[in-house]
């Protein structure tokens, strides 16, 4: 029998069309599974979190069904309350489903500590400059002493007290600078 005639056969044909209905019964079965399991017509709008603490982010997401992950705390942002939502993903409007984790950065209590740099016996430009880039804040009101080189940076103090290159002060701290007058020898 040659393969033009089998093609043509009623064996072969009746084999093909018991196929093709299985084909798309088994296509039809797996689309009906897929709305059951993946819960596609299900939608839970995610809420606005930011500013709220911890616990009534917990209590609101277990409302919901909704699970929740703390992804960051290293910032301090002052226009939010310590230990409050800063930002959260999914943002707040969009559509999940049940038991989807919600992404959240945490404000920390306050800022982090950082380490006064050696800015001792350089200019005040490039003292503010460095002291800037590690996040602290200059004072305005500059202390001078008797010096031969103006402007160039002879302590540091904060809060009215005398500190030291290396100590650890909170980020966003003010500090001032002791500057030579340049009248001294």
């Not at 018991?18 to 596609?40: C, D, E, P, S, Y």
């Not at 997401?61 to 993903?89: G, H, M, R």
């Not at 002291?131 to 008797?146: A, E």
């Amino acid at each position: 029998m040659s393969l033009v005639n089998f093609v043509k056969s009623k064996t072969f044909l009746k084999q093909l069309g018991i196929a093709i209905i299985g084909l798309i019964i088994f296509i039809v079965l797996i689309m009906q599974w897929m709305k059951i399991t993946t819960n596609h017509s299900q939608k839970i709008e995610v809420p606005d979190l930011s500013k709220l603490t911890i616990s009534e982010v917990k209590a609101k997401l277990d409302e919901l069904d909704l699970a929740l992950k703390i992804v960051d705390s290293t910032n301090f942002n002052p226009d939010y309350p310590p230990l409050s939502v800063i930002e959260q993903d999914p943002e707040p409007g969009d559509f999940v489903k049940e038991n989807r984790k919600i992404y959240l950065k945490i404000n920390r209590p306050t800022y982090q500590n950082v380490n006064i740099p050696d800015v001792l016996r350089k200019s005040r430009r490039n003292a503010e400059t460095v002291l800037l880039s590690v996040g602290f804040r200059i004072g305005d009101s500059p202390k001078y002493v008797s010096d031969i080189a103006k402007d160039v940076v002879r302590g540091l103090y904060h809060d009215g007290k005398t500190i030291e290159v290396g100590t650890e002060l909170p980020k966003n701290s003010i500090i001032n600078l002791k500057l030579g007058d340049g009248n001294g020898r």
